[in-house]
């Protein structure tokens, strides 16, 4: 098996990242610092197993590693629970939160097996080995990031509707 | 039978969004949903949300490509080259240009690369081909402006004197051309261009004495990008490679055969 298959795979990486970052640069830095990890550490990659799954989870690890020195915390708790800082949904307030901002306001943990699930289309097991959690882990988060979603998308159009009143 | 429905888990409603959900509780979950208002109308909107992701995952427009991003892969492979893993590799590169291509060659990736019987350079040609044939900013390294500095810089990497024929009477003008790395040896090719955008590329190898292909005859190879016709003569061999009609094809190899064979 040839270390050019990766080549392949860059486009659908290159997509993934730019929803899981909300910025095109910093899409683009993860996913060459992805290749780099997947190049170096290639003849660990098991020919058969699947190649996207083995390099979203390189791109998972670097992704929760760069948002723990960003935040210089340990950043599991962080990562779990608090939106992305640059993305506050209150910032937000009086324009229109589609669906891609709604997706930057939810933690990264959630952000991550919402993506997983419904873009690229892996079965909860699938996406609990790639995030390397338990079964019960991805379900929590899905549960947690489709209510969030459902909840920061109502008070928009609630917003919306109040602002329309008050004109 | 067991008229009461056993409860539903919100596990078993995400799994019902996703696709997930075992055949044998799906009744289960469509009973429960048309009893349960509140739950049918939460699952509604998760199939909102996920169609929309979807949709927004699909219509997302992104920049071509770094040029950076597909070179740590080739670095790498340069390292590890071997050779019985061409055939992946020109699959992948295909799929890596369908994605930069905006999709054009997606409904032919299923077309099986005719490549097998054919020497390694024309592999090479061929994986070459598809990474820097899509290259709207960096397609050549040396520009045809400095076409002399570029010939005689090839020649001396190759080690053998190399010319960039002439395509100009077919309506492709040399663009340029940059240096790969080669089954042993390093590799040219020259890119050339007509009016309307369409690429054609010409890939040389040079080989020692002794190591080039037996084979000397004027041959094509089609695959998913296009087609190649090669040619080996003496210690040269020549892939002309693009995604061009095949009568065309077969003027711009004629062309290219007639300057290079004098």
Redesign the interface.
């Known amino acids: 098996?040839?270390?050019?298959?990766?080549?392949?795979?860059?486009?659908?990486l290159?997509?993934y990242a730019?929803?899981l970052t909300g910025d095109?640069t910093r899409a683009?830095d993860l996913?060459?610092d992805t290749?780099?990890r997947?190049?170096v550490k290639?003849s660990l990659w098991k020919p058969g197993s699947a190649l996207r799954s083995w390099l979203l989870s390189l791109m998972h690890n670097l992704h929760v590693n760069q948002r723990r020195d960003w935040r210089h915390d340990d950043g599991h708790a962080a990562l779990e629970d608090s939106p992305e800082p640059a993305h506050e949904p209150l910032a937000l307030a009086g324009e229109r939160l589609d669906?891609?901002q709604a997706?930057m306001a939810l933690p990264p943990a959630m952000r991550e097996v919402?993506?997983l699930?419904?873009?690229e289309e892996y079965?909860?097991a699938e996406a609990a080995q790639i995030i390397d959690v338990p079964v019960g882990t991805v379900?929590s988060r899905?549960?947690r990031a489709?209510e969030q979603?459902?909840e920061l998308m109502t008070d928009q159009t609630q917003r919306l509707v109040a602002l329309q009143r008050v004109k | 039978m067991n008229e009461s429905p056993a409860a539903v888990s919100?596990?078993e409603l995400?799994?019902y969004v996703?696709g997930?959900l075992a055949p044998e509780r799906a009744a289960a979950v469509l009973a429960w949903l048309q009893a349960h208002a509140d739950d049918a109308q939460?699952v509604a909107?998760?199939q909102a949300?996920?169609l929309?992701?979807?949709r927004?995952?699909r219509t997302?427009e992104?920049?071509d490509?770094?040029a950076?991003?597909?070179d740590?892969?080739?670095?790498?492979?340069r390292r590890?080259h071997?050779v019985a893993?061409?055939q992946?590799?020109v699959?992948?590169?295909?799929?890596?240009a369908?994605?930069?291509a905006g999709g054009r060659w997606w409904a032919q990736q299923g077309a099986a690369p005719l490549l097998a019987g054919s020497p390694a350079f024309v592999h090479e040609a061929v994986?070459a081909h598809a990474?820097f044939v899509p290259e709207k900013r960096h397609p050549v390294e040396v520009a045809a402006s400095e076409e002399a500095h570029l010939v005689q810089w090839l020649s001396r990497r190759l080690g053998a004197p190399l010319k960039a024929p002439s395509l100009a009477a077919r309506g492709f003008r040399l663009l340029g051309g940059r240096l790969l790395p080669g089954e042993g040896t390093p590799r040219a090719q020259f890119m050339y261009e007509n009016e309307q955008g369409a690429r054609v590329t010409l890939f040389v190898a040079v080989f020692a004495p002794g190591k080039a292909p037996a084979e000397t005859s004027f041959r094509s190879v089609r695959d998913a990008a296009g087609e190649s016709f090669y040619w080996v003569e003496d210690r040269f061999g020549y892939a002309l490679s693009a995604d061009l009609a095949v009568p065309e094809m077969q003027a711009l190899a004629r062309e290219a055969y007639t300057q290079l064979a004098r």
């Open positions: 098996m040839s270390v050019e298959q990766i080549l392949g795979h860059i486009p659908a290159r997509r730019r929803l095109a683009d996913v060459q290749l780099e997947a190049c290639w669906l891609q997706l919402l993506l699930v419904t873009v079965t909860y379900m899905l549960h489709r979603l459902r | 919100a596990d995400h799994a996703d997930q939460r909107l998760w949300q996920r929309q992701l979807r927004a995952a997302l992104l920049d490509a770094p950076a991003l597909a740590t892969v080739l670095r790498t492979a590890t071997r893993a061409w992946q590799a699959a992948a590169v295909l799929l890596l369908a994605g930069v994986l990474v």
